[in-house]
């Protein structure tokens, strides 16, 4: 659907370099208004459909309306979008009036577009004009799509590091949407001591107001304003919007007796996270299906919210999906009839056998996979087997070999086969983290030097397991057509610089009808 571009492509903070041709991140038709601070948090837009896309902004009316605060009177603000750059042929506008009751945030469905159709879009308050975004419709439902093109991204943690990966997806002009698989923000309580970037508010969160600030505060990376001004976001949730390891009734690290009710805590991150983020949702239901025409249908689940508790003796009464998330899935998994069905999946579906290490590297490993000294990892799909099998199954009798697992959680690369009774039956893609701490980071030693052993000791013991690599950090972007599925991995040299270099690193692929894993051409 839209122009390809170099994987040789090298990301620097003032621009990117892109088959031979310079390109900075400012963005074409940008308002003289972009810095205004009543628009002090950017402009986004979300699940784009054949006909609509979600828009998203949030003002500051008054010194005091800061986000969190409650505080400010509510205003009136316009939004249009235009087919092009100077706004002279505006297709669609409407106004919106917003309040304290919602932190000032916008949120509105721009309806009655043109499919696959590129959009230019504004916001407009107390005589203040937003930055200009961009965004792009989906093609419609019955046409045969040639390709898509998605940047995938998943865990970044604002204290460790900078945004760099959010700032190569925004330099690209041949994406049609970014898949975000979860932990967009870390609620953790900051370290000053040690963290790269103070963060706002300086303790854990807990309270509406906490959420909101901290949502606001990712919202001031300039990379992450880039992208969001750049390309449509489909976005999922994992724990970290909430608390580290969360199920339906709590997390280990959250403590009622000094935190209050885990279902109040629960409701202020769902909320905050509804305001500040463009995603279409009923009510508190996030899990959602969108199609790109007769291409691919994009499902994105909801992994945290009606999970039962983990970790545990595996029973065959737990699940990761619920009852009405899971019976919605199979059914769209009997349904589907896209050439390639993706699912956005905040945790690993591949069962993994954790292996037998000396303990320092095993400590480092057990960390990544969210600190259990297990011999699985029973945060992911190999703690809700049940679950998991109903949907292999479901995946098996439809026996197409078209559906690709994209994950996040893990912060590292991962190409899986899928295995159900020693046959695959879906491929998985895992990228790896923004920012968050990998194995060398855990290790404390240079990347590629404490992490080939680990490596190859996952491979051995699980050979399902086509590629691994747990040092990198970076985005992934994922290549759709008829024929084939592929991710492209790119690294970063170094998290904590903005301006840090990000180049191509791998690339695997599944061919249509052969749910296995295989090696890519640069």
Same mark, same amino acid.
């Given at each position: 659907?839209?122009?390809?571009?170099?994987?040789?492509?090298?990301?620097?903070?003032?621009?990117?370099?892109?088959?031979?041709?310079?390109?900075?991140?400012?963005?074409?038709?940008?308002?003289?208004?972009?810095? @205004?601070?009543?628009?002090?948090?950017?402009?986004?837009?979300? =699940?784009?459909?054949?006909?609509?896309?979600?828009?998203?902004?949030?003002?500051?009316?008054?010194?005091?309306?800061?986000?969190?605060?409650?505080?400010?009177?509510?205003?009136?603000?316009?939004?249009?979008?235009?087919?092009?750059?100077?706004?002279?042929?505006?297709?669609?506008?409407?106004?919106?009036?917003?309040?304290?009751?919602?932190?000032?945030?916008?949120?509105?469905?721009?309806?009655?577009?043109?499919?696959?159709?590129?959009?230019?879009?504004?916001?407009?308050?107390?005589?203040?004009?937003?930055?200009?975004?961009?965004?792009?419709?989906?093609?419609?439902?019955?046409?045969?799509?040639?390709?898509?093109?998605?940047?995938?991204?998943?865990?970044?943690?604002?204290?460790?590091?900078?945004?760099?990966?959010?700032? &190569?997806?925004?330099?690209?002009?041949?994406?049609? @949407?970014?898949?975000?698989?979860?932990?967009?923000?870390?609620?953790?309580?900051?370290?000053?001591?040690? =963290?790269?970037?103070?963060?706002?508010?300086?303790?854990?969160?807990?309270?509406?107001?906490? &959420?909101?600030?901290?949502?606001?505060?990712?919202?001031?990376?300039?990379?992450?304003?880039?992208?969001?001004?750049?390309?449509?976001?489909?976005?999922?949730?994992?724990?970290?919007? /909430?608390?580290d390891n969360a199920?339906?009734?709590?997390?280990?690290?959250?403590?009622?007796?000094?935190?209050?009710?885990? $279902?109040?805590?629960?409701? /202020?991150?769902?909320?905050?996270?509804?305001?500040?983020?463009?995603?279409?949702?009923?009510?508190? *239901?996030?899990?959602?299906?969108?199609?790109?025409?007769?291409?691919?249908?994009?499902?994105?689940?909801?992994?945290?919210?009606?999970?039962?508790?983990?970790?545990?003796?595996?029973?065959?009464? =737990?699940?990761?999906?619920?009852?009405?998330?899971?019976?919605?899935?199979?059914?769209?998994? /009997?349904?589907?009839?896209?050439?390639?069905?993706?699912?956005?999946?905040?945790?690993?579906?591949?069962?993994?056998?954790?292996?037998?290490?000396?303990?320092?590297?095993?400590? $480092?490993?057990?960390?990544?996979?969210?600190?259990?000294?297990?011999?699985?990892?029973?945060?992911?799909w190999d703690g809700?087997?049940?679950?998991?099998? *109903?949907?292999?199954?479901?995946?098996?009798?439809?026996?197409?070999?078209?559906?690709?697992?994209?994950?996040?959680?893990?912060?590292?690369?991962? $190409?899986?086969?899928?295995?159900?009774?020693? @046959?695959?039956?879906?491929?998985?893609?895992?990228?790896?983290?923004?920012?968050?701490?990998?194995?060398?980071?855990?290790?404390?030693?240079?990347?590629?030097?404490?992490?080939?052993?680990?490596?190859?000791?996952?491979?051995?013991?699980?050979?399902?397991?086509?590629?691994?690599?747990?040092?990198?950090?970076?985005?992934?972007?994922?290549?759709?057509?008829?024929?084939?599925?592929?991710?492209?991995?790119? &690294?970063?040299?170094?998290?904590?610089?903005?301006?840090?270099?990000?180049?191509? /690193?791998?690339?695997? *692929?599944?061919?249509?009808?052969?749910?296995?894993v295989r090696p890519?051409?640069?």
């Amino acid at each position: 659907m839209a122009s390809s571009v170099s994987r040789r492509s090298v990301l620097r903070a003032a621009g990117v370099t892109a088959a031979g041709t310079a390109a900075t991140f400012t963005l074409s038709g940008a308002s003289s208004g972009a810095e @205004a601070p009543v628009f002090a948090h950017g402009v986004a837009s979300g =699940d784009p459909m054949p006909d609509s896309v979600l828009l998203w902004t949030r003002v500051t009316p008054s010194p005091e309306a800061v986000p969190g605060s409650g505080k400010g009177t509510a205003v009136d603000v316009r939004w249009e979008v235009a087919a092009d750059a100077g706004f002279t042929r505006v297709v669609a506008r409407g106004h919106l009036r917003t309040g304290p009751e919602r932190d000032h945030t916008v949120k509105v469905t721009a309806g009655g577009l043109c499919a696959s159709t590129g959009y230019w879009y504004r916001f407009t308050s107390q005589g203040k004009v937003s930055q200009t975004g961009r965004t792009r419709t989906a093609p419609p439902r019955d046409e045969d799509v040639e390709s898509l093109r998605f940047g995938v991204v998943s865990c970044a943690n604002w204290a460790v590091g900078h945004f760099a990966p959010y700032g &190569y997806l925004a330099a690209r002009d041949d994406l049609d @949407a970014f898949i975000h698989l979860g932990d967009y923000l870390y609620e953790g309580n900051p370290n000053p001591a040690s =963290d790269l970037r103070p963060s706002v508010p300086p303790n854990e969160l807990i309270t509406l107001g906490d &959420y909101r600030q901290r949502h606001a505060m990712y919202k001031t990376d300039e990379h992450l304003r880039r992208l969001h001004a750049r390309h449509p976001m489909i976005a999922t949730w994992d724990d970290h919007e /909430a608390a580290d390891n969360a199920w339906s009734g709590g997390s280990p690290s959250h403590d009622p007796a000094t935190e209050g009710d885990w $279902a109040d805590r629960m409701r /202020a991150a769902h909320q905050a996270y509804f305001e500040w983020m463009p995603v279409r949702h009923r009510g508190d *239901r996030l899990y959602r299906r969108l199609k790109f025409g007769k291409l691919a249908d994009l499902t994105m689940l909801d992994l945290r919210t009606y999970r039962t508790r983990q970790p545990g003796p595996v029973s065959p009464e =737990d699940t990761i999906l619920g009852a009405d998330q899971r019976e919605w899935f199979l059914d769209g998994l /009997a349904r589907g009839t896209a050439a390639w069905n993706l699912i956005g999946n905040s945790v690993m579906v591949t069962p993994i056998k954790i292996p037998a290490l000396p303990t320092r590297e095993r400590l $480092a490993l057990d960390d990544l996979l969210d600190g259990q000294p297990t011999t699985v990892n029973t945060d992911q799909w190999d703690g809700y087997t049940a679950d998991r099998r *109903r949907v292999l199954d479901a995946i098996a009798a439809q026996g197409r070999g078209n559906t690709v697992f994209l994950t996040g959680d893990v912060h590292s690369s991962w $190409a899986n086969d899928v295995p159900r009774d020693g @046959a695959s039956v879906a491929v998985e893609f895992v990228c790896p983290s923004v920012t968050s701490d990998n194995i060398d980071e855990q290790l404390g030693v240079p990347p590629r030097t404490g992490s080939l052993k680990v490596e190859a000791a996952i491979r051995a013991l699980n050979p399902h397991v086509r590629f691994v690599e747990l040092d990198s950090h970076g985005p992934g972007v994922l290549e759709v057509t008829p024929d084939a599925v592929r991710m492209n991995w790119y &690294y970063v040299a170094d998290r904590r610089d903005p301006a840090t270099a990000v180049t191509f /690193a791998h690339a695997f *692929r599944a061919v249509t009808g052969d749910p296995r894993v295989r090696p890519a051409k640069r």
